[in-house]
């Protein structure tokens, strides 16, 4: 599996949200084999738009979203998870880039717990 996040450059904890992730996976019989990390509003342009996806169609940019592409195609990944939630949308643009299911978050962590 390959953990993926977009977070805010204002975020100092991503590192330990991932970690989280990673451990949860890991309860459940995962293995984590990568870690890929978009940061929003480092640069001044991106800073008006923190909240905001780089893309409704795959939440990190293009280029982003080709990197962990070709990186999971060549590891021959089988599970993605994404630490921000998706769409249903999101997840079958990027399951059909990565050629892998891509899940989020939420699909490990459920609501209300």
Do not use: W, Y
Not at 25 to 38: E, L, P, W
């Amino acid at each position: 599996m390959v953990l993926v996040g977009l977070f805010s450059a204002k975020d100092k904890e991503f590192g330990a949200k991932l970690d989280l992730l990673a451990a949860s996976v890991a309860a459940r019989g995962g293995r984590v084999v990568g870690r890929h990390v978009q940061r929003r509003g480092v640069s001044h342009g991106g800073a008006a738009r923190m909240n905001v996806p780089f893309s409704r169609r795959t939440l990190i940019s293009p280029g982003k979203a080709r990197e962990i592409a070709h990186l999971c195609r060549a590891a021959e990944v089988g599970v993605a998870v994404f630490a921000n939630p998706l769409t249903e949308h999101q997840r079958a643009v990027l399951g059909g880039m990565f050629g892998c299911l891509v899940i989020s978050g939420e699909d490990v962590f459920p609501r209300g717990r």
